[in-house]
């Protein structure tokens, strides 16, 4: 977070948002697919507050950004990246200043089985292994840094022969879990609960290994003038869903 | 032309995956759709059904079926480790086992449908002229059965050129492996690469038109005749 000002704007337009909080309003969001529970979690908190109601798209960001910019009835972006919202900030489909970090990703290398990984990049470096998943690079923030990952470890052109790619995140995830992949580079978001791992065995990715995943929210000119959006954005900034948005392994 | 080394590899592999089921499904397809016009048994309903499934479940129902069913855990995934194979997942020959379900129906009705069109009575006389049942087969079915071995062949080839759901399930994205033309098409959308998307895409329609204006017109001819 860099900007000051959209903040105390949002904080502005949320305070003239919660006056009009008594008429529950609908409100459609389109959320990146690693932010699938924690924004399930906290919309059912948000829905209970407020009164107003959530109705989110999850997906890849690219795909979301392509359907956005082709006139998807979307009022709220919560992308994977700060690259794709900043485009369409600047294309003018979004609300000037509205931009800002709701959480900060981290990714983890992670595997189904118990006892595959011991916490650290040993597995990895030994190669004994058939398919190493990961998100598509191009397309998805975690798949890119996936590649930072490999890259720095100077591992990208012997474990090249054992990538397989998955669309987006989620599909990365169910190449892991089904058995598929041996283990693969996934938001820690998708297996952590509660602050700890669900199931499997992991490796948390040091965050010195890849660029830092700002995962940035826009207000979308369609939410322009729903109070339902803007209070969304305003609660997302709040302590209850920093919490939520911690105990899912992300950072604030 | 703005297309890559990447996009013609994915052309090429969805030509020789398209190539290779067809010529698959008319020989795995043929007993079959020769069992089903032939036979009173009660099982011709259930097995009819079976083989019509995947016109109507979506491509990620059988995607996720043989996701779960080719990997370590599933049984298919059991045999093939069992056999040395490894794992079906993220191979050519895996997305081959993929498109022969997909497109089975796409080869096994229109030969069906021949075959019912031909009826008892050719046969019969050729039994009468003391030709054994192969013979039959071959000199008097597959002649009057060609029309519907060319649907058949046609509709397969096609429909396996634009499969996308199952690729997308089980494929893994790999370059000349496994990412055919329509998962690249879907790339370059993502990527917001839509200059590429639109070369891919537009030849993709172009083809498709081209196989059912091939069908059509082939079809008014024989109708003629």
């Known amino acids: 977070m860099t900007e000051r000002t959209p903040r105390t704007c949002l904080a502005l337009f949320a305070g003239l948002a919660f006056c009009a909080s008594a008429l529950a309003e609908e409100v459609q969001v389109a959320v990146a697919a690693n932010f699938t529970a924690p924004l399930q979690a906290i919309a059912r908190k948000f829905e209970k507050e407020t009164g107003h109601n959530v109705v989110a798209s999850f997906g890849a960001t690219g795909q979301l950004y392509a359907q956005i910019q082709h006139g998807a009835p979307f009022e709220v972006y919560l992308a994977a990246d700060d690259s794709t919202p900043a485009k369409l900030e600047s294309a003018g489909l979004g609300v000037a200043g509205s931009r800002f970090t709701y959480a900060m990703g981290s990714l983890v290398l992670w595997s189904a089985k118990a006892d595959y990984l011991d916490g650290s990049d040993a597995v990895l470096k030994q190669g004994q292994f ?27 052109a012997a474990l090249q022969s054992k990538l397989v790619e998955g669309q987006s995140i989620t599909q990365a995830l169910q190449f892991v879990s089904t058995g598929n992949a041996e283990l693969g580079f996934v938001a820690l978001s998708q297996v952590f609960k509660d602050g700890q791992l669900g199931s499997g065995s992991a490796w948390i990715v040091p965050q010195t290994l890849y660029a830092p995943i700002n995962q940035d929210a826009l207000l979308l000119k369609q939410g322009q003038h729903n109070p339902a959006a803007r209070a969304l954005l305003e609660y997302l900034q709040g302590p209850q869903a920093a919490a939520i948005i911690t105990s899912y392994g992300y950072n604030r | 032309m703005p297309l890559t080394q990447a996009d013609f590899d994915a052309v090429l592999l969805t030509l020789k995956l398209a190539s290779l089921t067809t010529v698959l499904l008319l020989l795995i397809g043929t007993p079959i759709a020769w069992w089903l016009a032939r036979t009173g048994s009660w099982l011709k309903q259930p097995i009819g059904a079976i083989v019509a499934l995947p016109l109507v479940l979506p491509p990620t129902v059988i995607g996720f079926y043989l996701l779960v069913s080719m990997g370590p855990h599933g049984f298919i995934g059991q045999l093939t480790q069992s056999l040395g194979l490894g794992t079906l997942t993220f191979t050519f020959s ?45 000199t008097v079915v597959l002649p009057l059965a060609k029309p519907g071995f060319i649907t058949a062949a046609i509709l397969g080839f096609a429909h396996t050129v634009g499969e996308f759901g199952v690729v997308l399930m089980i494929g893994g994205n790999i370059p000349g492996k496994t990412q055919v033309a329509s998962v690249q098409i879907y790339n370059h959308v993502e990527t917001l690469e839509y200059a590429q998307a639109h070369w891919l895409a537009g030849g993709m329609l172009a083809f498709s038109f081209i196989v059912l204006l091939a069908l059509y017109s082939g079809r008014r001819v024989r109708q003629g005749w």
Do not use: C, M
């Open chain 1, 130 to 156: 058939q398919h190493l998943a990961i998100a598509n690079p191009k397309a998805a923030p975690y798949g890119l840094a996936a590649t930072q990952v490999l890259d720095k470890l100077g591992l990208r």
């Open chain 2, 94 to 138: 895996g997305l081959v086992i993929g498109s022969l379900f997909y497109s089975l129906p796409f080869v096994v009705q229109p030969l069906q449908n021949a075959f019912e069109a031909i009826g008892r009575a050719p046969l019969e006389a050729a039994a009468t002229l003391r030709a054994n049942p192969w013979d039959a087969f071959f």
